[in-house]
């Protein structure tokens, strides 16, 4: 059996090689990082601004957690790429 490889965390090119033995043809491949990667910051600022509403609401602990996640999900972010891919099936004219 074949291994099947994570597509979850992977590299620009290896989305690119994965399409491509999909039989897709990729039409662009833009890279959205510059306008994507505050998305982390921003909801770790979120989260600390209504910390103390959700800590009324949730409790204590539940906040605490919920806040190491979000700070490592920003920090996480940080080192990450975003890209758009456009691909259409079978890459011949049509």
Do not use: C, K, N, W
């Not at 074949?2 to 590299?11: A, G, N, Y």
């Not at 399409?19 to 039409?27: M, N, Q, S, T, Y």
């Not at 770790?44 to 601004?49: M, Q």
Request: hydrophobic share 40%; proline share 1%.
């Amino acid at each position: 059996m074949e291994e099947v490889p994570s597509v979850h965390v992977s590299t620009r090119q290896r989305l690119l090689e994965l399409l491509g033995a999909a039989g897709f043809e990729v039409l662009d491949a833009a890279d959205i990082g510059r306008y994507t990667r505050h998305s982390g910051r921003r909801g770790r600022t979120a989260f600390e601004d209504r910390r103390q509403e959700l800590t009324a609401a949730y409790g204590v602990e539940t906040v605490e957690l919920t806040g190491r996640l979000v700070a490592q999900l920003a920090e996480a972010d940080e080192h990450l790429g975003y890209v758009v891919i456009t691909a259409r099936v079978g890459g011949g004219a049509g």
